[in-house]
């Protein structure tokens, strides 16, 4: 799934990291989907936690939006992207700096999991 923050958080690092760990490929591709929701509810908390009631309601109601296709998806990630950045000073700084240290505590758990 494309995510409309997704050129400024990259968890390639972390699948890599994840596939190299002795479980079977279905508990990998679960592992994988909670690392990308845990990024993407990381993400959102950021977000909405700087955003008006106002502006809140705008962001839910545009990330909600479901496009029909392929470059409706990639049109609407970068409204939403504008959108936020337009309100909120330094934000994608803020998501940068906030998913590099969940990155941080994924790669120490990970490490942790080979060691058993």
Known sequence: MSRFYAH?????SLIIALD????????KSQL???????IHHTVLDII?????EEDKAVFAARLQADPD???????KNKELMKFVNDKVEGIEDEITEAVRKLKEELHEDIKE???R
Do not use: H, M, N, Y
């Not at 400024?8 to 390639?12: G, R, S």
């Not at 190299?20 to 508990?27: F, M, R, V, Y």
């Not at 296709?69 to 049109?75: A, F, L, V, W, Y």
């Open 113 to 115: 999991a080979k060691k």
């Open 48 to 52: 909405f936690s700087k955003l008006s």
């Open 8 to 12: 400024i958080v990259e968890i390639e």
């Open 20 to 27: 190299e760990l002795d479980l079977s490929t279905e508990q």
């Open 69 to 75: 296709d392929e470059q409706g998806s990639s049109k």
């Open 32 to 38: 994988a989907e909670l690392v990308d929701s845990t």
